[in-house]
Nanobody, 124 residues
């Protein structure tokens, strides 16, 4: 049974940092694209960042570029999202996703597996 389990969310002041982790189990994810999405109340789920299976590329939404860093450890089947200089508008539930992305890594329907989400709240 494939599972993605996020951790590391919480409450932080604006300007602070958090590191999210996503532990994957059930099969190897070495060839998957791993992504992070987020969903704020009343808004659609949006792409945050993704990393290819070969480490050849990392991709970010313009809103987080320069502040967030995605990384992965294939040996541990784990993907990370380091979030620095957090802003109140970063407040959302953050979801980890995995899949063999064939077209756009920014599209949620390209991913086959999802975690349950972890809440990130940034206070002003």
């Amino acid at each position: 049974q494939v599972q993605l389990v996020e951790s590391g969310g919480g409450l932080v002041q604006a300007g602070g940092s958090l590191r999210l982790s996503c532990a994957a189990s059930g099969r190897t994810f070495r060839r998957d694209t791993m992504g992070w999405f987020r969903q704020a109340p009343g808004k659609e789920r949006e792409f945050v960042a993704a990393i290819s299976w070969s480490y050849a590329g990392t991709y970010y939404a313009d809103s987080v570029k320069g502040r967030f860093t995605i990384s992965r450890d294939n040996a541990k089947n784990t993907v990370y999202l380091q979030m620095n200089s957090l802003k109140p508008e970063d407040t959302a539930v953050y979801y980890c996703a995995a899949g063999w992305v064939l077209s756009s890594r920014e599209l949620a329907n390209e991913y086959d597996y999802w975690g349950q989400g972890t809440q990130v709240t940034v206070s002003s």
